[in-house]
């Protein structure tokens, strides 16, 4: 059984940086896709990033490329979203993802095998 579990969210300023670290459970963790979704009060949840599970290939949302970066350590089954330069906008739960394949910008929430409990990033102006 696969278990995601997020941590690295809190409240920061804009214009400030965190670091989101997803631990990964389980023995499939270095042949699964990774992502990053969010999702604001009131809004659907989106995706932000993922990352193949070779790390060789990422995709991001145009609202954070360039500010925000997905990597990966396989050893550590440990995926990881450094967010620099936030904005009052970034504010959302943040969901760790997993599935075997990969984890397109515009992939449907039902075709994402496993999810983390989320954690919170608030951003104030």
């Known amino acids: 059984q696969v278990q995601l579990v997020e941590s690295g969210g809190g409240l920061v300023q804009a214009g400030g940086s965190l670091r989101l670290s997803c631990a990964v459970s389980?023995?499939?963790?270095?042949?699964?896709?990774m992502g990053w979704f969010r999702q604001a009060p009131g809004k659907e949840r989106e995706f932000v990033a993922s990352?193949?599970?070779?790390?060789?290939?990422?995709y991001y949302a145009d609202s954070v490329k360039g500010r925000f970066t997905i990597s990966r350590d396989n050893a550590k089954t440990t995926v990881y979203l450094q967010m620099n330069s936030l904005k009052p906008e970034d504010t959302a739960d943040y969901y760790c993802?997993?599935?075997?394949?990969?984890?397109?910008?515009?992939?449907?929430?039902?075709?994402?095998?496993?999810w983390g409990q989320g954690t919170q990033v608030t951003v104030s102006s």
């Open positions: 993802a997993a599935r075997p394949g990969v984890i397109y910008p515009t992939i449907s929430h039902e075709h994402i095998r496993h």
């Open positions: 389980g023995r499939t963790f270095s042949t699964n896709s």
């Open positions: 990352i193949n599970w070779t790390g060789g290939t990422t």
